[in-house]
T-cell receptor
Framework: NAGVMQNPRHLVRRRGQEARLRCSPM?????VYWYRQLPEEGLKFMVYLQKENIIDESGMPKERFSAEFPKEGPSILRIQQVVRGDSAAYFC?????????????FGQGTRLTVV | AQSVTQLDSQVPVFEEAPVELRCNYSSSVSVYLFWYVQYPNQGLQLLLK??????LVKGINGFEAEFNKSQTSFHLRKPSVHISDTAEYFCAVESARQLTFGSGTQLTVLP
């Protein structure tokens, strides 16, 4: 059973470009969470999704950021018109329907660098 | 709203010595508490969790933590550390499936 897969592992974008981060949850998991880790800081919650639904997006910046988890395919975190401050590690986690959010399994992250 | 404070950003310790990584939380509701470990350029791995029941919880790699409701603490301990325990450790509290993390403690085990 493969773990949570994130790709790419490293992504470099110029200011103003778009960044698309992908997350394939573990098999059988229908809940996906996105977290952002800025340098020297802990992880900050961004968004919690179930298939085709955004459950909680209270941690998402109001502009330029969006997330989806379609019926088929991976969850996507999209950042439009990236700025240097978006440089961070973005982690995805997944969990089954039951259990706690803290029992989710984390991917290895996508490290976004904006130049 | 929840918050988590990890009191030490860096903890150096010699191999085979005991270690305690401190974590305090605040929350207006019942909480679920977690400790994670992060190795360089890796994701987070769950070490242990407190959901209910016994306040002393045991996790992987010989770690344990004690939930103290009156002191709102969830300190992580290991009686004898190894070089391979060198990593960043994060304490987290959950509410409504959303995790709030502390800023992390870098544990460095010295030979």
């Amino acid at each position: 059973n493969a773990g949570v897969m994130q790709n790419p592992r490293h992504l470099v974008r110029r200011r103003g470009q778009e960044a698309r981060l992908r997350c394939s949850p573990m098999k059988g998991h229908s809940h996906v969470y996105w977290y952002r880790q800025l340098p020297e800081e802990g992880l900050k919650f961004m968004v919690y999704l179930q298939k085709e639904n955004i459950i909680d997006e209270s941690g998402m910046p109001k502009e330029r950021f969006s997330a989806e988890f379609p019926k088929e395919g991976p969850s996507i975190l999209r950042i439009q018109q990236v700025v240097r401050g978006d440089s961070a590690a973005y982690f995805c986690a997944s969990s089954p329907s039951r259990g706690k959010g803290g029992e989710a399994f984390f991917g290895q992250g996508t490290r976004l660098t904006v130049v | 709203a929840q918050s988590v404070t990890q009191l030490d950003s860096q903890v150096p310790v010699f191999e085979e010595a005991p270690v305690e990584l401190r974590c305090n939380y605040s929350s207006s509701v019942s909480v679920y508490l977690f400790w994670y470990v992060q190795y360089p350029n890796q994701g987070l791995q769950l070490l242990l969790k407190y959901l209910s029941g016994s306040t002393l919880v045991k996790g992987i790699n010989g770690f344990e933590a004690e939930f103290n409701k009156s002191q709102t603490s969830f300190h992580l301990r290991k009686p004898s550390v190894h070089i391979s325990d060198t990593a960043e450790y994060f304490c987290a509290v959950e509410s409504a499936r959303q995790l709030t993390f502390g800023s992390g403690t870098q544990l460095t085990v010295l030979p």
